[in-house]
Structure formats: C-alpha cells, structure tokens
C-alpha cells in the first residue's frame, strides 16, 4: 500500500496506517484513543443485552501506554496542518500520560473541556465517575481556526434568558450518553452531539477530519453527516467492519433484530447526508 483515500477508512494499525498519509494534510483529530484500564470489551460490561456488544476492543497495557500515545501524537503532529486542531479524549486514569505526550509531542493547550455525561448507576463506597476529559490542542495558535459563531449567534437567548452563545462556549459539556437500545452497539461510543459541536466550532464543509482510533466508527459517520471529509483507522476486524457498514450504506444505526434492515436515521440527499432528528428530542432553535 502506498496511498490511502479520503473518505475511505481502514482496518489498520494507526500507526501503520499514518505513516501513508502526506504531512499537513489534516484539518481536524477527533479522538479517543484506547484506555489502558484493562477495560475488556466483554459481553457483560456495562450490564448490556449480551449478543448485541461487539467484542474485542484492542487494549494497550499500563506500561506501555506512554510511549505508544507520544508514537501516535508524533505522527498526527506531522500530519496535521499549522491552522489544525486536535481534540482527544482521555479518562481521568491516564491523563498525566495524555498530558504528557501532548507536551512533548509539540502540541499547544488550548482549553481542557470536561465532558459531563450520565452513567446511571449508583457507587456504592466512592463517587460515580460521569465526566471525561477533552484536551483541545493545537500545532500553531496564531493560526488556528475557531468558528466562533458556528453555532450561536452573539444574542442568541435561551429559555431562561441566559446567552446561548456564552453557555455553548463554557468548557464544561453537559451531553448524555446514547443509548441504543435494541440494536448493534460497541463498548464505548461517543455521542453525535458532542462530535457535532467539535466539527462545528473547529472545521467547514469539505475540511478532513481524521480518528486514528475509529471504533464504532462515530467521528466519520458525524463527519460525513455534516459534509466534511474523513479518515480513520480501526485495528479491530469487526469494529471495523461495523463502521464501514454505517458509512456504505448511510445508517446511524444497526438493527439487531431485522439484521438486513438497518434502521435508517440518514437520507442521502443531492449533496450528503441528513440526519432524521429521533421523534422524542426537542429542537432548539439556533442563531446565527
Ligand atoms: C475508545 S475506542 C474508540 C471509540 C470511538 N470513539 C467510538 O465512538 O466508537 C478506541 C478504539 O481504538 C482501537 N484501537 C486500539 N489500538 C489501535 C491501533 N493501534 N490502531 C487503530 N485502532 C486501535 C480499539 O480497538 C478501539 O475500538
């Protein structure tokens, strides 16, 4: 293999997989990379329907777990363009690693978002862990790009009077977690909403996005819901294939149940996707 295609993904080694992509081609890394918390992507996890949880998330151990974030943050370092972005998240257990590797990497902090999302289920002895942190960096910060009003408008006033704009811009996210209950689901996904902010603020139509780690394949199905471009490697045979289905065929979701008759939340439009916002959500008007 000597050239890789936009728009396409592949079931590599990110490691491998980045060394084919040409330097300063990236606009935005949208990413979450492995644990290191000897998470098993066993049936049982998370208390879910057994046969409809993927197995066989690819881990990487404790002691390892720094050299291998600095090799992969090297390499995106190189790719990425000097008005790019990177988003990563990481889990409170191996953020001095993240930290780290993003200093010595080269990487600039720009903000250090939490993610707050709900786990549901009540600790005993200790807290409920229900945040995620979301380091937002960048190659050169004169010349990176924010699209402030992406997604507010300056007077945007919400329902009890406070500023959209300022609410939407604290680094504190507060987005549930999706459930998919009945269908086809890997361990851990993040959801639409919180991919569809980062792209919002941090890109335009037709700008490359890349995930290193695809998983469920989440960062390139949003991106290509919002007309970006995109690119990502997923080591795993079946998360990726489960990906490349969602993107082939245009689904958001796969239905266990009627295994040939995925549930379509996109249409295919002239110029992409659209996204068919479930029945039960509340639309909120947006400025801009
Ligand atoms: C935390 S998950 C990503 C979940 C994803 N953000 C989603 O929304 O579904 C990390 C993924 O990285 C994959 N992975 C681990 N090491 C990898 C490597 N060296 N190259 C590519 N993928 C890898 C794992 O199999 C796993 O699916």
Request: charged share 30%.
């Amino acid at each position: 293999m000597d050239k890789l295609n936009f728009n396409e993904i592949y079931n590599l080694d990110c490691l491998e997989g980045m060394r084919y992509l040409p330097p300063a081609s990236i606009d935005l890394v949208i990413t979450d990379p492995p644990f290191a918390i000897e998470f098993k992507a066993k049936r049982a996890n998370y208390n879910r329907t057994a046969s409809r949880v993927l197995e066989g998330y690819n881990e990487i151990s404790k002691e390892e777990y720094y050299d291998f974030t600095f090799k992969w943050m090297t390499l995106i370092y190189k790719l990425l363009k000097d008005t790019g972005s990177m988003y990563v998240f990481s889990g409170w257990n191996n953020l001095k690693d993240v930290l780290t590797a993003i200093d010595e990497s080269g990487f600039k902090v720009v903000n250090h978002i939490i993610w707050k999302y709900q786990f549901g289920v009540v600790t005993q002895r200790k807290f409920v862990t229900s945040h995620y942190h979301c380091i937002y960096v960048c190659k050169n910060e004169a010349k990176r790009r924010f699209f402030s009003y992406a997604r507010y408008g300056k007077d945007s006033i919400g329902l009890n009077g406070g500023s959209l704009h300022y609410e939407d811009k604290e680094d504190v996210w507060n987005i549930k977690r999706e459930y998919w209950n009945g269908d086809q689901k890997t361990p851990t996904k993040l959801p639409l909403e919180l991919i569809k902010k980062i792209l919002m603020y941090s890109s335009e139509e037709r700008d490359l996005v890349l995930d290193p780690f695809l998983g469920s394949g989440q960062v390139a199905v949003v991106s290509k819901m919002l007309n970006r471009q995109y690119i990502g490697f997923e080591i795993v045979k079946d998360y990726y294939d489960f990906a490349k289905k969602r993107l082939d065929q245009n689904i958001y979701r796969i239905s266990e149940e009627s295994k040939n008759q995925p549930i379509l939340l996109f249409d295919k439009p002239k110029n992409g996707f659209s996204y068919k916002r479930p029945r039960n959500r509340r639309k909120i008007k947006r400025h801009s």
